[in-house]
C-alpha cells in the first residue's frame, strides 16, 4: 500500500471515529434540549388549555355568585314579595342562558321570610314549605318551568347543600349523568352559598352540560397522537379523547395510559399539584412511549380542584434526532467517498503520450 492510501486510510479512520464521538455527544445534548423544550411546551400548553377551561367554569360561578349576593340582600325586600323577585330572578336566568340546564335554591327552614307554612305545598315547594325553587327550560311550557327541588332532610345524598353549607364556600360537585328533557347528559352543578352574618342560611346553583370541555379537548392536537383529558377532583373524566371513557373514574384506565402511575397521578390531581411521568400507553390497540403531564384547575372559590392531562408519543421528542443524525451520517458518508476518490486517482498509472511530428517524437 503506497504512504498517500496508508494516509488516506489513517484520516478516514479518524475522521469516523471523530464523526462517531461528535454524533454522540450531539445526539445527548440534543436528546436533553429537545425534552426540557417539549417539557416547557406541554407546561404551557397545560397552563393555556386549563385556562380556558377554567374561564369556562368561572363565567358560570360568577352568575352563580352574582345571584347569591342579591339574594343575600332579602332583608331589603318585604317579606310577602321576595319569593316572587327571587323567583323572577332565576327565572330569567335560565331564558338568557341556554347553556344553563337547571337553576335552583334552597334555603333553611323560614330563613328566606319566615312564611313556610303559608307556602306549603304551593308551587315550587314541597310539605314543608322551605324555598327549594328548581327551574328547568321545558319544551311548551312557556320554556321554562317550576318545580320543587328534589331533596332529603337527612343528609344522604344531598352533596349539593350539604358541602357549601358545611365549608361556606363555592362548590363545584363530582360530575354525573343527569336525564334532562328526555336526553342523558353528563353535568356538574356549580354552587354558591347565601350567608348571614358569615353563617350559611341557603344555597343558589346551577346545573350545566360539560359537552363544551369535551369539545375543548378534541380540538388538542399540537403534536401526532396527543392524548387529552379532563379530570374532577376524585379522578371522574370530565372529557375524555376516547368519548366513552366520559364518566369513568381514572383507575379504569390505569392499564392502558397511566401504567403504575395511577395512584401518584390521582394523589396530585386530588391535591391540586402538577405531575409529570413517562409510561407505556395502549392507544388504538398500539403499545407507545409516551410524556405525560397533568395541570391543576382551581374553578371558582372551590376547595376541590381539577385537572386537564395531557399525553405526548415520546417519538415525537426522538423525531428530530432521528432526522439529525440521518442527516450527519449521509454527510459524513459523503465525505468519506470523497477522500476514497482522491486516493484513487493518485494510484492510477501516468500514460506517456509520442507525438510526431516533422519525424521527432515529443
Do not use: C
Not at 1 to 13: C, F, N, P, T
Not at 54 to 68: E, G, H, L, P
Not at 156 to 183: A, S
Not at 268 to 294: L, M, N, Q
Amino acid at each position: 500500500m503506497k504512504i498517500g492510501s496508508k494516509l488516506i486510510v489513517m484520516i478516514v479512520a479518524l475522521s469516523l471515529s471523530g464523526i462517531g464521538i461528535l454524533l454522540i455527544t450531539i445526539t445527548s445534548f440534543s436528546h436533553r434540549l429537545i425534552s426540557t423544550l417539549m417539557n416547557s411546551e406541554l407546561e404551557y400548553l397545560g397552563k393555556s388549555e386549563s385556562a380556558v377551561i377554567k374561564a369556562w367554569i368561572d363565567d358560570n360561578f360568577s352568575m352563580v355568585r352574582t345571584i347569591a349576593v342579591a339574594m343575600e340582600a332579602y332583608e331589603q325586600i318585604p317579606p310577602p314579595d321576595r319569593r316572587f323577585i327571587y323567583n323572577l330572578l332565576m327565572k330569567m336566568q335560565v331564558e338568557a342562558n341556554p347553556d344553563i340546564l337547571s337553576i335552583w335554591s334552597r334555603w333553611e327552614p323560614n330563613a328566606l321570610d319566615g312564611m313556610d307554612a303559608e307556602y306549603a305545598n304551593t308551587e315550587g315547594t314541597d310539605e314543608t314549605g322551605r324555598f327549594i325553587s328548581y327551574f328547568i327550560p321545558t319544551p311548551g311550557y312557556n320554556g321554562v318551568s317550576l318545580t320543587a327541588l328534589e331533596m332529603s332532610y337527612d343528609g344522604v345524598g344531598d352533596d349539593f347543600y350539604t358541602i357549601p353549607k358545611r365549608t361556606g364556600k363555592e362548590t363545584i360537585l363530582e360530575p354525573y349523568f343527569f336525564n334532562v328533557n328526555g336526553q342523558q347528559k353528563f353535568i356538574t352543578s356549580l354552587i354558591a352559598p347565601i350567608k348571614k352574618h358569615g353563617m350559611v342560611i341557603g344555597v343558589v346553583g346551577i346545573d350545566v352540560d360539560l359537552a363544551p370541555l369535551q369539545a375543548v379537548v378534541e380540538e388538542i392536537n399540537p403534536h401526532p397522537g396527543t392524548i387529552a383529558a379532563v379530570f374532577s377532583n376524585e379522578s371522574i373524566a370530565a372529557a375524555h379523547f376516547i368519548p366513552s371513557r366520559i364518566g369513568s373514574s381514572m383507575e379504569d384506565g390505569k392499564s392502558e395510559f397511566l401504567g403504575d402511575h395511577v395512584q401518584d397521578f390521582t394523589t396530585a390531581v386530588k391535591k391540586g399539584t402538577s405531575y409529570k411521568f413517562d409510561t407505556v400507553s395502549e392507544v388504538d390497540g398500539k403499545k407507545e412511549d409516551y410524556i405525560f403531564i397533568s395541570i391543576p384547575i382551581y374553578p371558582g372559590v372551590t376547595e376541590t380542584p381539577w385537572a386537564v392531562a395531557f399525553g405526548v408519543p415520546e417519538k415525537v421528542v426522538n423525531e428530530p434526532i432521528v432526522q439529525m443524525l440521518l442527516v450527519s451520517i449521509g454527510i459524513a458518508a459523503v465525505m468519506i467517498i470523497i477522500m476514497v476518490y482522491i486516493d484513487s486517482l493518485q494510484d492510477r498509472p501516468v500514460h506517456q503520450h509520442s507525438l510526431a511530428r516533422d519525424g521527432r517524437s515529443f
